[in-house]
């Protein structure tokens, strides 16, 4: 009796408190009584067919067989995520450097849409896991969609687009048990050090973001562009959130995580529906080609953050978020963004991880959405499109019509775009992206910094953090992290022997 009498307790004051959440009223407005219908438009009658055979009943074989069909497979990564509308605000004309017509004239806004997400975890998984952050946005440009996917963090885990089913396969749940276990973890990192730029960004202080309105956003790729002369300039875009980037402790991130697991969707939802519209800074690392010349592949490694002191930020914009989705499945589920969306003057980078995530997004998203998902409305291009892309899997749209399907063609079907000769540039130089010779990863330089940056507390805090999952695997696998930081952290490496009980490698 006491429990039943808890359980209304508590259940008067979840009321109380929901009236204040206007997630939880999205159902207010459809409170008249509707006549439901079956998919052909037949009104239904609740009584049909009671008394025969289910099979032969319409609300029985369509409530069920509709059922059974609504969820699409998740994203391999990322899966669990929210996401908002708004605008990109142009701030600085950028036309010297690039010449996409959404970078041109200041004050020219450019619909987006963005979605935040964390990175191992299942759709039901908690917003404060210590993982990555995804930040993606897709700019609606009057040339085309241009797709920019991010990270919280400034650098990438690995630069070798072969190590992803080996880090992949490390974040996700065992094969035989499906349980999560931090031995294959931190394996891999122990195997792909370059991955420690990364880790030890994540299990500092300042890793997990307290919210999404408060999380940076950086693509964390050199892009190449191009002016209407045809010089070629490279940047790396910064998402500086306006309210300041704000971060949880590691145990207000486990009780929230346990209390509140969607906490970071839900507080984007709620601010938006207020009016507490969240905005973000947009700006560039600019590079010249004198510098790609001096910097040679690492102006282009994923896994290393470019100099602020050598390479300052120049403004570009804003992004505000203004509208929430009417309906996640239709406008964040569906949401496809692909690093291959390009638009005139920005081309892309030239490393091979961004040639992998284009074939590895595109992939994903024939496989989640199929071949069409480019016609799902909140992928579709502002402007009309012409391809040779028919038929398929729905939503096939008009499916090009009458006109030819074939290329070439004698029809005057569409044809591809030919390059303009530039008479602004004297130098003289193969159209498309630049060559790069890549070499091995080597991020130990920013490792070291980024440590010997940190205050005591801070080495103090980190330590800890790393050694929440480390006591929990391999004995040899222990030892191996403590070795490979031996060399370049001994600090860290005697706080984490310490906490292990290791012995630290002989010099």
């Not at 159902?27 to 049909?48: A, H, I, K, Q």
Request: hydrophobic residues 35%; contains cysteine; glycine residues 6%.
């Amino acid at each position: 009796m006491f429990a039943l009498l808890l359980l209304f307790a508590v259940s008067v004051v979840a009321t109380d408190n929901n009236q204040w959440l206007p997630e939880m009223h999205q159902f207010v407005d459809f409170n008249d009584r509707t006549e439901g219908s079956s998919n052909g438009g037949l009104p239904l009658c609740y009584t049909d067919e009671f008394d025969g055979p289910l099979t032969n009943n319409k609300n029985f074989m369509q409530d069920i067989t509709k059922l059974n069909r609504e969820r699409i497979p998740e994203r391999v990564v990322h899966a669990k995520g929210t996401g908002a509308f708004g605008y990109f605000e142009l701030t600085h004309d950028m036309s010297h450097i690039c010449k996409s017509e959404f970078l041109r004239s200041a004050g020219k806004r450019t619909p987006i849409a963005v979605r935040f997400s964390t990175g191992a975890g299942e759709r039901g998984s908690s917003d404060f896991n210590r993982d990555s952050r995804g930040f993606s946005v897709k700019f609606y440009t009057k040339e085309g969609n241009f797709d920019l996917t991010g990270f919280h963090t400034q650098m990438y885990l690995y630069k070798d687009p072969l190590r992803a089913s080996t880090i992949f396969h490390g974040i996700k749940r065992m094969p035989g048990t499906n349980l999560y276990n931090f031995n294959p973890y931190w394996d891999a990192v122990t195997l792909v050090p370059e991955t420690l730029n990364f880790i030890l960004n994540i299990y500092a202080d300042n890793g997990i973001p307290l919210n999404y309105r408060h999380m940076p956003g950086f693509p964390i790729h050199t892009y190449q562009v191009e002016n209407e002369c045809g010089d070629y300039h490279f940047v790396r875009f910064h998402f500086m959130p306006d309210a300041g980037v704000k971060t949880i402790k590691t145990q207000d991130a486990m009780t929230l995580g346990a209390t509140d697991p969607d906490h970071a969707i839900k507080d984007l939802y709620e601010a938006i529906k207020r009016g507490e519209f969240p905005s973000w800074t947009v700006s560039v690392q600019i590079l010249t080609m004198d510098d790609v010349h001096k910097d040679g592949s690492n102006a282009f490694d994923p896994s290393r953050k470019l100099s602020s002191e050598k390479y300052p930020l120049h403004p570009v914009g804003k992004i505000v978020l203004n509208k929430n989705a009417k309906n996640f499945h239709e406008e964040i589920e569906q949401l496809a963004f692909c690093p291959c969306h390009l638009v005139p003057g920005i081309l892309g980078a030239p490393d091979k991880l961004f040639e992998s995530r284009v074939l590895f997004y595109k992939d994903t998203q024939l496989y989640r959405l199929g071949k069409n998902h480019n016609n799902i409305p909140v992928n579709c291009p502002l402007h009309n499109i012409y391809t040779y892309n028919r038929d398929g899997m729905p939503p096939v749209g008009k499916n090009g019509g009458d006109d030819p399907n074939y290329f070439p063609n004698s029809y005057n079907g569409p044809q591809p775009l030919m390059n303009k000769q530039s008479n602004c540039t004297s130098e003289a130089r193969c159209p498309g992206l630049i060559q790069i010779k890549e070499s091995p990863a080597d991020n130990t330089d920013q490792i070291v910094e980024f440590y010997n940056d940190l205050t005591e507390e801070g080495r103090e805090i980190l330590s800890e953090n790393l050694l929440m999952p480390l006591k929990t695997i391999d004995q040899f696998l222990q030892k191996k992290v403590v070795d490979i930081f031996t060399t370049n952290l001994p600090d860290l490496a005697r706080r984490l022997a310490k906490g292990l009980n290791c012995t630290l490698q002989s010099n």
